[in-house]
Every structure is written in structure tokens, then in C-alpha cells.
């Protein structure tokens, strides 16, 4: 369903990885939370160990990512942490992520479009069309770049072709 739980089955290598905390019987939810809107155990797990040197403080507490310091926190970390294959978005927006001969052969290369892919790859690139999502984000960055003025002519903004 909707509880952000599908990575936790044990069968899986996010399962054993980032084990997931259990309330009742059933997963513990990791529903969007924070700043940036924190989701699944495998971005709580590595962002706990991070945060505290352990991946279960989180994976048993993700509420924490709402009411703490760890609000703004998660989304400082998700700007810079680096999700492989995906690079991190600081170095896809600073221009230093170049990207390898696997990133070629999936078509993902600098811009916008590669931010779209770091934060919601799955759901919102690689279908080969524009899914209502990324069309979103595009709108609004083109709007912020007439703006504030940069130019983003020649910049790849979409992500409907990328994969990973």
C-alpha cells in the first residue's frame, strides 16, 4: 500500500540493510518527514548512521525527522549524499559530477533532469514519456531560472529517458 514499507521485506537486500522498525506487528512507516520530505527505510537507514553512527536509531524512531533538528538535517544530507548509482545533487548542481560510462549508457547526464532522477527516479523517470510530476518540476524551475535570470538554454530538464 501507501506505507512507504515496500523495501522492508527481510527477503530483500534493503530489508536486511536497513531493517526496519516493527510497531504492533507491522512496519513502522517512512512516509515523507523533514524538510525534504525523507521517505523509505534505505535513505532513513543511511541518514541515522550519519546522524547518530547506527542505521536503527532512526529505522525505530522516523518520526524523529519531523520533530527534531533533524528536520532541516535530512534534507542538508539528501542534498549531499551521494546515492549510488545516483550522484549526489550538490555535485549535479555545482558541475562537478561527471558522469561515468554507466551513467551514459543510461542517459543520465547533467542538469535538471539528473535532480529529478536523484530525488524521485523511479516513480517520475525513465517511462520514456513525461510523467505529470516531472512536468511539474520542470514548470517551476523554468519559471525560477526567467526569474532570476539564468539562462538554461541547452540544459537537459528532462528525465523521461534516464534510468538507473
Not at 513502522?28 to 532513513?44: C, E, I, M, P, W
Not at 533533524?70 to 548542481?93: E, G
Not at 524521485?120 to 512536468?135: D, V
Amino acid at each position: 500500500g501507501c506505507g512507504y514499507d515496500s523495501a522492508c521485506d527481510l527477503s530483500t537486500w534493503q530489508g536486511r540493510t536497513w531493517p526496519c522498525g516493527a510497531d504492533g506487528g507491522k512496519w513502522k512507516k517512512y512516509y515523507g518527514r523533514g524538510a525534504k520530505q525523507l521517505s523509505y527505510n534505505f535513505n532513513y537507514g543511511p541518514f541515522s548512521d550519519a546522524m547518530f553512527g547506527t542505521v536503527h536509531k532512526l529505522l525505530k524512531n522516523p518520526d524523529l525527522v519531523a520533530s527534531t533538528w533533524l528536520n532541516l538535517a535530512s534534507a542538508t544530507w539528501f542534498y549531499t549524499y551521494p546515492q549510488p548509482p545516483k550522484p549526489s545533487m550538490l555535485h549535479v548542481i555545482d558541475g562537478t559530477w561527471v558522469p561515468n560510462e554507466e551513467d551514459k549508457k543510461n542517459k543520465l547526464e547533467p542538469g535538471f533532469g539528473a535532480t529529478i532522477m536523484i530525488i524521485n527516479g523511479g516513480i517520475e523517470c525513465g517511462h520514456r514519456s513525461e510523467k505529470p510530476q516531472a512536468i511539474n518540476r520542470q514548470e517551476y524551475y523554468k519559471k525560477f531560472a526567467e526569474y532570476f535570470k539564468v539562462d538554461i538554454s541547452g540544459e537537459e530538464i528532462s528525465c523521461a529517458h534516464m534510468k538507473f
